[in-house]
Structures are given as C-alpha cells and as structure tokens.
C-alpha cells in the first residue's frame, strides 16, 4: 500500500501565486508574423460544449490568437446561428456526392476572435447535443453531418469556399473533424493539418455503405477493415501531424491496451515522430482568489475562508454539516470515469465519516445507481443530475478531495480545477492525470484501476485530512501549480513552425 509523502517543494515547482491573466493582447486581430490557422471543432464552450473538448476550443485558439491569425470553424447549431450575435454570410461551400452545400458565416465574438460557422438548417439547428438528440440517442445521419463538416474545413483551406482569407494550416479535433485530413488528401491539396486525439474511444464508426455518399473514392485505402469505417482512423492516416492532450496517454495509446485497436497506426505515426503529447491548460477565469460563483473567494493560506466555502456547499447540496471531509465528484457520469467503482467505495467513505457530491450526468444505468446512493445515505451523499457550472465551481472550493478514478484519462480538466481551488484530486496513475497531480503533493495518486486501488487512495486521503499542516501544505502546492494555457499555447506554436517548412519542401 503507499504511504503517504511528506510534500517536499522542489524550487521550480514554487512559483508566485496566481498573477492576474496578460491584458487582451491582439486577440483575435492577426498577428504580424503569425501563421494563419484554421482551429476546426464541434463544441466551443462560449456556445455549446459536451465534455472537454468545448472547454479547450474555447481557450486554445484564444491563446494561439496572440501569435497567429486563428478562426475557428464551428457548426452552425441554434446556438451558434441564433445567439444574438450579428452572423455574415463570408462564403459558401459546393456540394460533394450528398454532402450539402453550405453558407459559411462569421461572427466576432466580444474579445474579438473570429468564429466561421457551417450553416445549414437541416444538418445543424437541432435540439440535444451535437452528437445526440434530446434522448441520447445518436442522430442517424451523423456521418453525413460531420463528414460535410470537415469537408467544408478541407474546402475553406484548399481556397475553394470563396472566402477572402486562407488558413496555412488546418488544426482538427477528433473524429468528426479527421475526414478534413482525408478529403485534402485524395484531393492532392497540400495544406498541412494537425489532428488532436481528446479521446481515442470516440472514432466515429460507420457502415462501410456510407462511403458513396460521403464522397469517398474506392481506392482509398486508409480504413483498413471493409465491414466499418472510422473517420478518426482516416485521419490518424493522413493529418500531417497528430497531438493528443497528454504526454502520457501519447504512450498509452501506442499500445494495445489502450490503442483501441488503432495503436499499429499510431505506433506508425509515433516512430515517424508525428505524435506528440501536450498536456491541455486551463482558462484564466478558474482563479479562487476573484471567482464571482463563490461565497467567499479565498487565496493560498486563507483556509479559514476556504472552510466557509464548504459549509455553504453543503448546506446548497442538502448535506449535514460536518467536520470529516467532503469529497467531490465532478465528471460525467459513465464508465470510464470509474462511477461504478465510486459506488462501490462510497459506503467505505461514508463510516469513515466522509461525505460525497457528485455533479454530472451519462449513461442512465450509472446515473442510476448514484442516485440510488444518495437516497441511501441522505444527507452524508448528495447527487446533482445535470450540469451547472457555478455549482461546480463551488465543490471544487469547498471540497476536501476530487476523485477522479477514470479507467483511462487523455488529460482530465477537472483535476486541475481542483488544484486550483485547494481541492487535491485522489486520482489513478494513469494519461493527463498522472501528468498533472504529483503524488503527495499536489494530490494523491493510486496505481489501479480497482475498487481495491481506490479504497487505499481514500485511505491515505483521510490520513491527509487528519493532518491540517501536512493538508495546507499540499492545498497550497495545488493552488500555485502553474496549469495556464501560455505553455500549451507555445508548444503548439512550435509545432506549427515545425510542420509549414517540412510540408513546403515536401
Ligand atoms: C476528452 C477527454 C479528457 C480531455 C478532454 C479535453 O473529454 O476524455 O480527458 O481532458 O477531452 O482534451
């Protein structure tokens, strides 16, 4: 079983606290010398967001707008289309097979980046989310929705959408976005793309009849298998560069355990040196010190005023006061976050006089049985179906622990959230996570994936909790941990620089 380490503070580690974020330095204006970048994505948090991927859409293209001239190309959804901001037809994209033709659009949004949306009616302006109706289920013409999404992306960098502006560079994210690598390919356009991988389970597999309608030409020969098709293998194959949001599940997915039976090709692409892990940053806005969403805004070393945050938790989420610790459960509520092993730990948590909250909703049979918890323990587990982010805000500040027992983890955001209110996350060893949270230190870290695993995590997170100096120390190690997107922001610079010349002269 670990032990618990005393924090040690190595000096790189120990940084100012928090400065406030750099002033809204040419956002969203070109930069001089920057390269033209086209950021394409199906969710933008300013918009609409299913998971991670919104969150970071929302803050990488505004960090990569300080050095280069990025848009970003979003699906108009009535969200988008409808959201009160004034949208201007730019361009317009030709019908492909049956994909649709499309206006292209744009808009400004207040600190000046620029969004292109995908307009059309029938494919984008629907209820639910962009991947499910408003029952969960997945719209069955999702194939034809995102393949005329990255086609439009393809045809936006190849010049062929008449608009006045052309990217240097396409930057995809996951499977509904691969096929725009694909489309320039068989096309011969010579446009440099950079796939991000958020999460390798989600590949976008279809019927291998979708092919003609899609526009797909018989020879290519990048989806392997005959009886599928994935959009994201397509795009494994043919993007010029691929990323994924941490420099440890880059390993992990190299191998069969966690390749989803893609890792030959990303094995392939990794000894080409084309698959590069960079750990996601988080927002500015995720700043205990000025967070309007908290009672009582706190900065390192005020735990006095971090308490009062776990009080008026409690008492919003209906737990009894307490002086044992609260752990918080902020995630969607599904299988690879590990819910089901949270369940099964949680009687364990509640006689060791701990408390649970848990926020977030997913696949109905977890959702649930979590409920179903929270009715057997009142007042000690509370369960809060659905998604509001002030809430959320609010566990993190006043939380004791965050668990995040995930399966597998290409980054996690809400871990870093956590540090950054004074929250330590309990965690596995394994992608984003283990790269993020140093045992001991900024967190607590567990080797398995097991029920087992995490009861010795919750172990050592009491033994924590007993000890207020060792307990302070490691919150404020978490708080000064430096999780901006500056240095993201700056490796994907380099390695937009590093791939123009190579494409050029290839
Ligand atoms: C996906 C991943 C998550 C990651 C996020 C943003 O949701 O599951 O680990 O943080 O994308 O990249």
Not at 152 to 176: F, Q, S, T, V
Not at 269 to 284: H, K, Q
Not at 311 to 334: K, M, N, Q, T
Not at 383 to 407: C, E, I, Q, T, V
């Amino acid at each position: 079983m670990p032990t618990i380490d005393r924090p040690h503070f190595p000096p790189a580690r120990r940084r100012p606290a928090r400065r406030a974020p750099p002033p809204d330095r040419a956002r969203g204006t070109p930069a001089p010398h920057g390269e033209r970048v086209l950021f394409a994505t199906t969710e933008m948090a300013d918009f609409v967001k299913a998971g991670g991927l919104g969150d970071v859409s929302s803050a990488l293209p505004r960090a990569l707008a300080r050095e280069h001239d990025v848009r970003v190309l979003l699906p108009g959804y009535r969200a988008v289309v409808h959201g009160g901001r004034p949208l201007r037809i730019v361009g317009r994209t030709r019908p492909h097979h049956e994909l649709p033709a499309c206006a292209v659009g744009e808009l400004r949004l207040r600190d000046g980046l620029c969004v292109l949306v995908l307009c059309n009616e029938a494919l984008y302006e629907r209820d639910g989310s962009p991947y499910v109706d408003a029952q969960g289920r997945e719209w069955s013409d999702n194939d034809l929705r995102f393949a005329t999404f990255s086609h439009a992306a393809a045809e936006i960098a190849a010049g062929r959408a008449g608009l006045p502006w052309r990217p240097d560079l396409l930057h995809l994210n996951d499977w509904p976005g691969a096929l725009a690598a694909c489309y320039l390919d068989w096309r011969g356009d010579r446009v440099p793309s950079v796939l991000t991988i958020h999460n390798l389970a989600y590949q976008g597999v279809f019927a291998p009849g979708c092919r003609s309608r899609l526009g797909i030409p018989e020879r290519a020969a990048e989806f392997g298998t005959r009886r599928s098709l994935s959009f994201l293998k397509g795009g494994l194959a043919n993007a010029s560069h691929l990323t994924t949001v941490s420099e440890t599940y880059a390993r992990q997915i190299t191998e069969p355990a966690h390749g989803c039976g893609l890792d030959a090709v990303l094995r392939k692409r990794m000894a080409e040196g084309r698959l590069t892990g960079i750990v996601n940053g988080i927002d500015a806005s995720w700043d205990a010190s000025r967070d309007p969403a908290l009672w009582s805004p706190f900065a390192v070393g005020e735990w006095t005023r971090r308490r009062a945050n776990g009080r008026e938790v409690r008492a919003e989420l209906g737990l009894l006061p307490g002086d044992g610790p609260l752990f918080a459960v902020v995630s969607r509520i599904v299988q690879q976050k590990g819910l089901d092993m949270i369940c099964e730990a949680a009687p364990q948590l509640v006689a060791a006089g701990g408390q649970l909250a848990l926020i977030g909703r997913g696949e109905p049979a977890l959702e649930r049985r979590t409920a179903a918890l929270a009715q057997r323990f009142p007042g000690r587990v509370a369960y809060w179906h659905g998604f509001d982010g002030g809430l959320a805000r609010r566990m993190f500040a006043g939380a004791d622990f965050l668990l995040m027992p995930s399966r597998y983890e290409p980054c996690g955001l809400s871990q870093m959230y956590a540090q950054a209110y004074g929250c330590l996350p309990l965690a596995h060893a394994t992608g984003g996570l283990r790269d993020t949270i140093e045992d001991g230190v900024t967190g607590l870290l567990f080797p398995d994936a097991s029920v087992g695993s995490l009861r010795h995590g919750l172990q050592r997170a009491f033994r924590v909790f007993a000890e207020p100096m060792l307990l302070g120390a490691m919150r404020g190690a978490a708080m000064l941990e430096q999780h901006g997107w500056e240095e993201p922001g700056r490796r994907y610079a380099e390695l937009y620089r590093r791939i123009l010349p190579r494409q050029a002269a290839a």
